[in-house]
């Protein structure tokens, strides 16, 4: 995405706080893949906000106060006085909500109908067939921001991804060489992954141990590809239908949404199972 390409590690001072009670503090901003991050002096990640769903609180007021979402119930909040960033994320938002899937009225009173009919014919419809059929026809933007959803939900287990611009940097690189241009976007996790972990919309989470405990990289790459391998085989969308069900898979294929209930729960099996042998 053009717009995004043009703030990479853009980075601006701000005021941060976690929770309403909370004092502010100071912090630097930084947009990264998708992502606002927010890091301490010492850049220790305190916080990552989805660039899709961030919300300014003040439209029109100065200085900016952005939230994580709209939700009413949010408690982080970002003071922002940095022209540039907030022209930035603006921007950047902007472009995001311009590439969503936009159906029209026809499609949405078609996808209604096609609801409808499903639902008359429950007891013949087999749920496999639904499931394969909104995993074939999701749009890629669908699928990313339903994985990124999924990956930060998975923070609760995993905490807050590395995010150092040296170790981001070495990543890339790295995924660069083993998957090509084209590859998964890689993410290391302090814990909740035994080694590795795929997710829907081409993310890879690996342990820090296979980046701080061998000197050399080809470990963390054999993993990265054996997750790679595992999502070719079987489509990662596929088994997060499988567990949501009917219902929600209906959902997505009329919204493209998933409740976080079921992608909470989702995401504690997927950190607790075994992973699938390779043949």
């Known amino acids: 995405m053009t717009a995004l390409n043009q703030y990479q590690r853009l980075e601006a001072t701000a005021l941060w706080r976690p929770s309403p009670e909370a004092q502010r503090r100071d912090v630097v901003v930084s947009i990264g893949d998708a992502t606002l991050t927010i890091s301490d ?5 305190l916080s990552h906000w989805s660039l899709a769903a961030v919300h300014r609180l003040n439209p029109k007021g100065q200085p900016a106060l952005f939230a994580p979402s709209a939700a009413e119930d949010e408690a982080e ?5 940095d022209a540039e960033m907030i022209r930035a994320i603006e921007t950047v938002r902007r472009a995001i909500d311009k590439a969503r899937p936009r159906p029209g009225r026809l499609r949405q009173l078609l996808t209604l109908a096609i609801l409808a009919g499903l639902a008359a014919l429950a007891v013949f419809w087999l749920p496999d067939a639904l499931r394969s059929h909104t995993a074939s026809v999701l749009p890629q933007v669908t699928r990313v921001a ?12 995993t905490g807050a991804p590395c995010a150092g611009p040296l170790g981001t940097r070495a990543l890339d690189r790295l995924g660069l060489r083993v998957l090509g241009a084209n590859g998964a976007e890689l993410f290391v996790v302090t814990s909740g992954v035994a080694g590795a972990a795929h997710l829907p919309g081409g993310i890879v989470l690996l342990n820090q141990s296979l980046v701080t405990e061998y000197d050399e990289p080809d470990v963390a ?4 590809l054996a997750e790679a391998a595992r999502a070719d085989t079987a489509d990662p969308m596929l088994a997060l239908l499988d567990h949501a ?3 929600a898979t209906a959902k997505l294929l009329a919204t493209g949404m998933l409740d976080d209930a079921v992608l909470d729960s ?3 099996g997927l950190l607790t199972a075994p ?3 390779l043949t």
């Open 41 to 45: 002096a010492n850049d220790r990640a």
């Open 77 to 81: 909040e970002l003071e922002l006085a």
């Open 146 to 157: 339903v994985g990124e959803r999924l990956r930060d939900r998975v923070q609760r287990v």
């Open 221 to 224: 790459a054999g993993f990265i």
């Open 245 to 247: 069900g009917l219902w």
């Open 266 to 268: 989702y995401a504690e």
């Open 275 to 277: 992973p699938v042998p």
